[in-house]
Structure formats: C-alpha cells, structure tokens
C-alpha cells in the first residue's frame, strides 16, 4: 500500500525551514527519501532503518518512528536548490520501494 | 565510479508493439530494480534482479517481463504495449540489499500512440 504524503505541496522563502511527513498503514524496515527534479532522475537523500533513528547531513535531516510507521524529512534555512519533488520510499522487505506521490517543493529568493 | 546508464532516452511505439529498454547498473552494482513513473506520480515498482534472478515483482502484468545479464546490465521488455505503458522508465542499481541505498539512471521516457 503506497504511503501517504503530507503536504502534497509547500511554497517557501529562501532560508525558511520545512517538514515533510510520510506514513504508512503497514510495518516497515525502513524508510527512503529522494528528491527529484524537473526531468531527471531521483537522487537519492538518506535511509532510515528500524530503530526510530534520526540521520541527517547538511541541513536536511529525517526521522523515522516505527511505531507509528511514519517519518518527517526536515529541511532547515531552505536553499533555492532544495527545490525539487520530494518523495518517501517505504520498504517491507520483499516488494521493492513503494513510493508516495511526492511533495512539491518550491523556494523563492 | 561509473553511474548509472540507461538507453535509449526517448521511445516513441504504437499500440500492440513491443519494446525493450536497457540499463547498466553501477560498478559493483549487484542488484537492479526497475520502476514505471507516470506524470505527477512517484515511482512505481516493477521487478528487482540479483544475479541474474528474479527476486520480486510490483503488480504488473507478465507482458513486463526482464532480463539481467552476468555483468548485471539489465533490459526490460514490454510486449503488447498500450497507451497507459506512456511513462518514464527507471532503473535503479543496489549494492547490497535493499537497505542500501538506490542509484537511479536518468530513465526512458516511452511514449505509446
């Protein structure tokens, strides 16, 4: 079942933060994120595996609650080259990424 | 390090043809995943190899079927094609396992008339 993710779209200035959330309805090992811009491949951001861990690096960090089966991408003084459609890749093990809609993010200067 | 290749760019096929799409994953890459992206939607899911096997399947029809060779390179082959098969194409190489991260080609944008 494809994860649910809020909000579907987000209009920032450049230097404000962001939180992007993804849940699913079903137990996960781990939990993907990817941006993905206009005409190109997704580029991948970081993984989060069971444990509830936070990763991060720059100023793009996540975290991941696997007892709610959800996880927040932050996304702190926004960049203009944070734009892109950020997407959530849930995986249970044998069925390969399951991805959410994706959240549209635009920056303004 | 060499990334991830994927041919042709662009496809243009008419209804009832068939097609075949190629992927070389990256170096040392055993493990490639293909992906259908419609328009406005996230990617979605349908097989991954490992060595030259099969080791799981989204929910697409069989007229999907793949191929990954000894060097791990991949193709994807879609028979009987229709106007919803209109998607960019993606693959994506592993390097161990699906807890490690996914390096995705640029993809190929199909286009069925």
């Known amino acids: 079942q494809q994860p649910v993710q809020s909000p579907q779209a987000v209009i920032l200035r450049e230097g404000e933060d962001a939180v992007i959330n993804c849940s699913s309805s079903?137990?996960?090992?781990?939990v993907h994120w990817y941006r993905q811009k206009h005409g190109e491949a997704p580029v991948f951001l970081m993984i989060?595996?069971?444990?509830?861990e936070q990763k991060g690096h720059d100023k793009i960090s996540a975290s991941f609650n696997e007892k709610k089966q959800q996880s927040s991408l932050y996304l702190t003084a926004s960049q203009l080259s944070y734009s892109g459609t950020y997407f959530c890749?849930?995986?249970?093990?044998?069925?390969?990424?399951?991805f959410g809609k994706g959240t549209h993010l635009i920056i303004q200067p | 390090e060499t990334g991830v290749t994927q041919s042709p760019t662009h496809l243009i096929k008419t209804r009832g043809q068939q097609v075949t799409l190629r992927c070389s994953s990256q170096?040392?890459?055993?493990?490639v995943s293909w992906y259908q992206q419609a328009l406005g939607q996230g990617p979605q899911f349908i097989f991954q190899y490992y060595r030259e096997e099969e080791n799981g399947r989204g929910n697409f029809p069989p007229r999907f079927s793949g191929l990954q060779f000894p060097n791990y390179s991949s193709e994807l082959n879609v028979n009987a094609l229709e106007l919803d098969d209109s998607a960019l194409y993606l693959c994506a190489s592993t390097g161990q396992g699906f807890n490690n991260e996914q390096f995705f080609g640029p993809g190929t944008r199909l286009t069925v008339l």
């Open positions: 079903k137990a996960l090992y781990s």
């Open positions: 170096s040392g890459h055993n493990t």
């Open positions: 890749g849930t995986d249970r093990g044998a069925d390969g990424l399951t």
């Open positions: 989060l595996l069971k444990g509830g």
